[in-house]
C-alpha cells in the first residue's frame, strides 16, 4: 500500500500568487515526521520543510509552509508569492518510528511559475 | 560545506559489467542511504546503513551491494549490470540512526545524484 499520495502530477502558478500542493499519507503509528524536498531541474533533493506528528502548530520556513491536518493524514505544502525560482519537482516523504530509518517519497508534484 | 558527495556524476555501462557508485559525507552524520529514481515512482530506498558496521535492505535491494566503509563513506556496487538498473541514484546521510520514538525529524540530506544507464 502507498504510504504517501501526491495526486498532482503537474502545477501550474502566476509568478507572486500562492499554490498548494497536496500530499496525504498513512500511518498507524502515532510517531512520525513528514518532510518536503525540492528537486530543480539540476537534479539535487533540496530539504524545505518538517511536521512532526507532535507538533501543536503547522510548521513554517519562510515561504513555505505546512496544512497538517492529522485527522485528514494530510500535509499539503503552501508555497506563497511564487517565484520563477520555485519551478521544480517537489517531493512528500514520511519517517515513522515503525519503519526506523526509512523515508517513504511520493511520486512528486511539477510545479511551474509562469511569468 | 560539502554535505554529502557522490561519484561519478554520469556512468554508461554495458550489461553484465560491474561498477561502485561512491558516496562519502562530512556531516558526521550516523546513518547513510542509497536511493533510486525512476520517472513516475518518486525515491525507492535500496539499502542503508544506521550506523558504521550495520548494513540493512530497503525496498529495492536486489541486483545491489553495499559497503560501510566508514562513517564517512557508503557505496553501492551493482556486480552484473542490467537495464532495470538505469536509473538515477541518490546517496543520503543523517544524524541519527535506529528505531526510536522523538527521533522522527531526522532529516535527510542528499548528494547531487548520479545518472546511470545500462545499455
Known amino acids: 500500500a502507498q504510504k504517501i499520495t501526491q495526486t498532482q502530477p503537474g502545477m501550474f502558478v502566476q509568478e507572486k500568487e500562492a499554490v498548494t500542493l497536496d500530499c496525504t499519507y498513512d500511518?498507524?503509528?502515532?510517531?512520525?515526521?513528514l518532510f518536503w524536498y525540492k528537486q530543480p531541474s539540476s537534479g539535487e533533493m533540496i530539504f524545505l520543510i518538517y511536521?512532526?506528528?507532535?507538533?501543536?502548530q503547522n510548521a513554517t520556513e519562510g515561504r513555505y509552509s505546512l496544512n497538517f491536518q492529522k485527522a485528514r493524514k494530510s500535509a499539503n505544502l503552501v508555497i506563497s508569492a511564487s517565484q520563477l525560482g520555485d519551478s521544480a519537482m517537489y517531493f512528500c516523504a514520511m519517517r515513522d518510528t515503525n519503519t526506523g530509518n526509512q523515508f517513504y517519497f511520493g511520486t512528486g508534484t511539477s510545479l511551474t511559475v509562469i511569468p | 560545506n560539502a554535505g554529502v558527495t557522490q561519484t561519478p556524476k554520469f556512468q554508461v555501462l554495458k550489461t553484465g559489467q560491474s561498477m561502485t557508485l561512491q558516496c562519502a559525507q562530512d556531516?558526521?552524520?550516523?546513518?547513510m542511504y542509497w536511493y533510486r529514481q525512476d520517472p513516475g515512482m518518486g525515491l525507492r530506498l535500496i539499502y542503508y546503513s544506521a550506523s558504521e558496521g550495520t548494513t540493512d535492505k530497503g525496498e529495492v535491494p536486489n541486483g545491489y551491494n553495499v559497503s560501510r566503509l566508514n562513517k564517512r563513506e557508503f557505496s553501492l556496487r551493482l556486480e552484473s549490470a542490467a537495464p532495470s538498473q538505469t536509473s538515477v541514484y541518490f546517496c543520503?546521510?543523517?544524524?541519527?540512526?535506529?528505531?526510536?520514538?522523538?527521533?522522527?525529524?531526522?532529516?535527510?540530506?542528499f548528494g547531487a545524484g548520479t545518472r546511470l544507464s545500462v545499455l
Open positions: 556531516m558526521n552524520h550516523n546513518s
Open positions: 511536521q512532526g506528528s507532535y507538533d501543536q
Open positions: 500511518t498507524s503509528d502515532p510517531s512520525y515526521g
Open positions: 543520503a546521510s543523517s544524524e541519527f540512526g535506529g528505531l526510536a520514538t522523538g527521533l522522527a525529524k531526522n532529516i535527510q540530506y
